[in-house]
Every structure is written in C-alpha cells, then in structure tokens.
C-alpha cells in the first residue's frame, strides 16, 4: 500500500502548512508513480522494513513528525544546497512541535536503521583524549576547555559534571537524562553550541559577525556531527527551545577572557 508522506501529508492535517512542491508516498512493496504531464512531481520511496509499521493511506502528525525528526541528523543534498535544506526540514520540526505533535520512538526505532543504511556516517570517538579529539582543520587560539570556560553558565563548564572517570571527552550519558533537571540539561548542551560557535566562526573572525547565525550554525553541526545517539535525539526533540541563543554568549566569553589560555601557552 502507498502512505502519502511530506508536505502534501502534513497539508491535509494543517492548512497553514507550506504549500507542497511535489507529492512524495512511501511503500514496503517496489512500485513506481508515473506522474502525469503537467501534474506535480510525484515520488516514492520503497523499502521493505516500512511493512513494520501500521501504516495508513495517510501519514498521521505524529508518523510525519517522527519521519522528520529520525532525518535531522544528516544534511541531504549537494555542498550548495544541504544546510538550506537542512534548515527548510528543521523548520518542519519546529511546526510540528509548536502544534504539540507527539513524537513516537516505537516509529523512530523502525525509522532511523533505514536511514543510516541510506546516508552512512562516520561516527564520532569520544573515547579519545582531548587534544586529539578537537585537532581537526579549525585553526585555533585558544585551549579549547578554556573557551568552554569562559561562557560557562556556573564556575564551571556542565560537560565537567557528566564525563567518564579518567576521561577527556567521554561522557556518561545517564548522568546527563538521568541525573539533571531539564533546564540544566539545556544549559549544558547550549555550551556546547556556544564554545563550538566561538572557536568555529566568532574567534577565528575577530568576532566580526552575527552572534545569532554563528549560533545556528553550531548547533546544526551539534546535531549533524557532534552529538550521536540519544544525545543528538534530545537536541532535535528540544529544537525549538533550543534554536536561539538565551544570551549574549560572546559577551559573557569577552567578559571571561582571563580564563582564555593561548594555544602557545596551553
């Protein structure tokens, strides 16, 4: 059977939903959708693990929204167009949770292995000190703990609070769903946007540009590249809490620039 999914779903369930481009189905059976001339594109996607799932002619809010939220952690398309239409779904995430549309992990367990098999990605090691773990391409000025330090929301970076015993990067993840209230836990992975939009795009620029875009930026790659499993679950689950800056983070971080070490120094 066909289950019509996308935007042309999420229409019929909410008028002010964007205007679809094209009708896009889904099937565990291989079939193919002749559109015909002069009609709106029509699509398919087929695979054989969708027949897991109950599905309906039509895809409830919540089947389109759990579709939404297992696709967030990967960026589709070619280096042109991937984080426009990276932004364009998690603006359809954002719709979905200011309706209060339910998100269902039974769906998304079935969900995210297609998706994996599909756009494969490496994984990150956390199991690593930290001076390998941030030595990539980003040419950087200061100690990156120290960074973390310096917007830290207490007298002390949060990460701190959750790390393995005797290391660097690892962090306990029931520390973190478990042993912290909700506003500390976004508090904690709002410091990790900051630092990584400070290091990434403020500092290397002189901090000449838009705290804001920088900040969306990061957080993009928190989701795409940084965080893996639950930890990047949560992040799309709390997006639209999540999707802006709750303070002047540069100029606490200017603020604190006695905290700062120099790469020379660290």
């Not at 193919?32 to 001339?37: F, M």
């Not at 999540?242 to 070490?261: E, F, G, M, W």
């Amino acid at each position: 059977m066909l289950t019509l999914i996308g935007s042309a779903a999420a229409k019929q369930h909410f008028p002010d939903f964007r205007e679809p481009k094209d009708i896009d189905y889904h099937s565990a059976n291989p079939c193919v959708l002749i559109t015909p001339e002069g009609e709106m594109r029509r699509d398919v996607f087929t695979d054989v693990r969708l027949a897991q799932w109950n599905w309906g002619e039509v895809a409830t809010a919540s089947e389109l929204y759990t579709m939404k939220v297992s696709h967030s952690f990967w960026e589709i398309g070619d280096y042109k167009v991937r984080s426009a239409n990276w932004r364009k779904h998690m603006s359809d995430v954002v719709f979905f949770q200011r309706k209060g549309v339910e998100f269902n992990r039974e769906l998304y367990d079935i969900l995210l292995p297609i998706w994996k098999d599909i756009h494969k990605k490496n994984p990150t090691n956390l199991k690593q000190n930290a001076g390998n773990f941030f030595n990539d391409a980003v040419v950087r000025k200061y100690d990156h703990d120290s960074i973390h330090a310096s917007i830290a929301y207490n007298d002390h970076p949060l990460y701190e609070d959750i790390l393995v015993p005797g290391e660097e990067v690892m962090v306990d993840s029931t520390k973190f769903f478990a042993g912290m209230d909700y506003e500390t836990q976004l508090q904690l992975v709002r410091e990790e946007v900051y630092a990584t939009a400070l290091e990434r795009i403020m500092i290397p620029n002189d901090y000449i540009g838009s705290p804001s875009q920088a900040y969306a930026w990061a957080l993009q790659r928190t989701i795409t590249s940084l965080f893996k499993g639950e930890w990047a679950l949560w992040t799309v689950l709390n997006y639209d809490t999540l999707a802006r800056p709750d303070c002047n983070y540069v100029q606490r971080h200017l603020d604190n620039k006695n905290l700062l070490i120099p790469l020379e120094e660290a």
